[in-house]
């Protein structure tokens, strides 16, 4: 919030931090559905994941779309993609609901125990995770940079 001005600046998007409000949420959303997943896969409940994975994205979708259909906005895309994970999360809960029964033998240090020896995978997976989504993310990027230089006359229509 404090950098809010200088992020719409850097990223050339007048108006997003009107929407970062969102931010804690989808974030909170999306890594409780994580961690579901994880538990779901672990305990090769795979249909429950397609299951989830698919209305997820139905409902993501229609939200997003339905909502730029009422009011075009960014809010729409952003709620959606909340919609989203949120849907992912309330189909993985109720599966993880019925096995509660396994935490229940769960201490403090047990956890700490357990972090400690599986502490490198975080620092590992984290990277993998930018570079995979830098990659998915790089030509939405790129076109948007360049289809705003265009737009100013900054960069002729040939590149070579």
Known sequence: FVFSGYIEV????PGISQYFFLLPL???????????????SRREQFGTIAIANLCSSITGKAV??????IAPSPFGLIFGTIINDATLLVIS????????HLFRNV?????KQQALQYKKFPKYNTFA??????????IPFMLAFFSHRLSLG??????W
């Open 129 to 138: 995770n930018l570079a995979n989504i830098a990659s998915m993310q790089i």
């Open 10 to 13: 850097a990223l050339n998007t």
């Open 154 to 159: 900054i960069m002729p229509l040939h590149i």
């Open 64 to 69: 997003s779309i339905g909502y730029g259909s």
């Open 107 to 111: 201490s403090y240090e047990r956890l």
């Open 26 to 40: 989808a974030i909170f959303i999306n890594s409780i559905a994580y961690v579901l997943g994880f538990w779901l």
């Open 93 to 100: 809960l109720r599966r993880t609901l019925t096995e509660v």
